[in-house]
T-cell receptor, first 111, second 114 residues
């Protein structure tokens, strides 16, 4: 089956930029997503990118997609303590019937 | 009010017991999903349903069953719970295959099997 990989942990200082990386194997991905999970909560959709785009910006969030290398990244500018959470990337294949999630990256923002 | 709700939020049960987790949604979506989350493993799909008469196995369906009682309700059952089913369980919904296909998640049920 298809696979999505993320690093487990990222530590960043408040005010710096965070970059979370994700790689995937599905050549037929149509949409890719970033979700945020805060402690004790479900997953919240942060942003998404269509596979024919290479960049999307949404306020402090920038998503970069390198389709050739099957690499997705999420950059958070001016990282705040409220950004501490687990971030999941996910991809939707051409069949469109389900999403495949990465293992999640735990981001810790230090003051 | 939350669009996707799950009950119970926490449950402790003993090995061998039958347990049901329930999910309701007010988003009007046709598609519903059950996932389990284990640390470092992300979310793994247990079952999914595209309408009331449609049930599909996900990647880890063994030991689980589901029922889609109505468009808005999708329940997950553990027929005979075992300790390695201790996990965080999430229900999710999405619209039809047209559009972005993003999923909306409930708050989760933390299940402990002793």
């Amino acid at each position: 089956g298809e696979d999505v990989e993320q690093s487990l942990f990222l530590s960043v200082r408040e005010g710096d930029s965070s970059v979370i990386n994700c790689t995937y194997t599905d050549s037929s991905s149509t949409y890719l997503y970033w979700y945020k999970q805060e402690p004790g909560a479900g997953l919240q959709l942060l942003t998404y990118i269509f596979s024919n785009m290479d960049m999307k910006q949404d306020q402090r969030l920038t998503v970069l997609l390198n389709k050739k290398d099957k690499h997705l990244s999420l950059r958070i500018a001016d990282t705040q303590t409220g950004d501490s959470a687990i971030y999941f990337c996910a991809e939707r294949g051409a069949a469109g019937n389900k999403l495949t999630f990465g293992g999640g990256t735990r981001v810790l923002v230090k003051p | 009010d939350a669009d996707v709700t799950q009950t119970p939020r926490n449950r402790i049960t003993k090995t061998g017991k039958r347990i049901m987790l329930e999910c309701s949604q007010t988003k009007g979506h046709d598609r519903m999903y059950w996932y389990r989350q284990d640390p470092g493993l992300g979310l793994r799909l247990i079952y999914y349903s595209f309408d009331v008469k449609d049930i599909n196995k996900g990647e880890i369906s063994d030991g689980y069953s589901v029922s889609r009682q109505a468009q808005a309700k999708f329940s997950l059952s553990l027929e005979s719970a075992i300790p390695n089913q201790t996990a965080l369980y999430f229900c999710a919904t999405s619209g039809s295959n047209r559009g972005r296909g993003e999923q909306y998640f409930g708050p989760g049920t933390r299940l402990t099997v002793t």
